[in-house]
């Protein structure tokens, strides 16, 4: 018990207590200069509009300016609200503390950025914080003057107290300077939580920048995947790949020097030769399977041209896109079509297939058919079907598969250019 007055005491000197007072107080003052602004526009724009409806004013230039007033004043209102929100959000920044986003401004020309606003419920939200601060800080601001100055108002007025009311006098006036404090805090509590709520974006606005957060995000780690998969890419190329190189034709001359020495001797260089072969062919294979270095020297055509050649069976390749799309979407169509025409070796038991390639406006639209037994299904296992919608779901693509029982198949990829 004997820490609640010391506690009452630093509550009246605590640095929370003081800013939350010069917050409210603040408020009030602003809020009572954007709220007689904003009713002073109200006016004008009625008194205008009355002029208009009562008849003619006697004067022409008059009744142009009525009607500039009429048709200006709603169309300044939203603005001058947005205007005061800025002001109002910079006070909680300044004196609380408190950030509170912006909503996004409209965007598009002259004439609909100042029509716009009327279809935004931010633009109403703040008009309804700045009618209703005037209240909300006006009556609590109010309040903890009336606290703070409780005190020296009843000293003031005590003379005018008769004897047996000055003790309760003044313990009233006691008790309203300690709860001083909390009620500054409580009014500046509320205070915030309805600008948070009117002038700071609205439900519908965060989940849309969050969704547009979350699609850059995935975007970068796309693009950052890409990049890696082409570092990797450059280095085993540069570096192990020249060295099996340089391994394997020193194995073959060895191989070619000793053709006449120790059977014992031969056996093991010509072994040894052929495993350096082998692991530089699975090598090549590996680095193509993570970044084919032909797409991003002659571009998608050549390295879909690459693929079809590989492939065990004929396919024809048509390849009909104009501009280039971005280096991400372009592995991902080749991935696609390797990862299909590996599908179509592998289960459809197909004689030839097809792969159309063509950009449609901002979409690229890769296509592989085959006239295999069909069947093929995204739930199939050892497909890799899956594993192709899901990189083509990373990009805001589409995998559409057709395969009915006795064929033909048809395995389409629909991916934005960027």
Known sequence: MRDVPVAALRSLVAPATWQATFHVLAGMFLGAAIGGVLWLLAVLWWAAGYSLVDGPTGHPLLTMLYAAAAVIGPLALLPCARFFGALQRERFRALAGVHIAAPKPEAGPGWA???????????????????????????????????????????????????????????????????GPWVARGVAAADTAVARRLLGPGRA??????????????????????????????????????????????????????????????????????????????????????????????????????????????????????????????????????????????????????????????????TVTDNGRGGASLDGAGTGLRGLARRAAAVDGTLTLLSPPGGPTAVTVDIPCE
């Open 113 to 179: 950025r100042l029509l716009r606003p009327w279809a935004t419920g931010a633009s109403w939200r703040q008009l309804a914080y700045h009618v209703l601060a005037p209240v909300l800080t006006g009556l609590g601001g109010a309040l903890v003057v009336l606290c703070w100055s409780a005190l020296p108002l009843a000293a003031l007025w005590g003379d005018r107290v008769s004897r047996g009311w000055y003790v309760l006098w003044f313990g009233g006036a006691t008790l309203a300077l300690f709860a």
């Open 205 to 366: 606005e965060q989940l849309s920048e969050r969704v547009e957060s979350l699609a850059r995000s995935r975007a970068d780690l796309v693009d950052a995947a890409d990049a890696e998969r082409r570092r990797i890419e450059r280095d085993l190329h540069d570096g192990v790949q020249q060295r099996l190189v340089s391994l394997a034709m020193n194995l073959g001359m060895a191989r070619t020097a000793f053709a006449g020495g120790s059977p014992e001797v031969v056996e093991v260089i010509a072994a040894a030769h052929d495993e350096a072969t082998t692991a530089l062919a699975e090598l090549r294979d590996f680095v193509r399977g993570l970044h084919p270095a032909v797409l991003d020297d002659r571009g998608l055509a050549a390295a879909l041209s690459g693929v079809a050649a590989r492939a065990p069976l004929p396919v024809k390749v048509r390849v009909d896109v104009a501009r280039r799309c971005s280096p991400s979407i372009e592995a991902i169509a080749y991935f696609a079509v390797s990862e299909a025409l590996t599908n179509v070796a592998k289960h459809a038991g197909a004689s030839r297939a097809e792969v159309v390639a063509e950009r449609v406006g901002h979409r690229l639209i890769v």
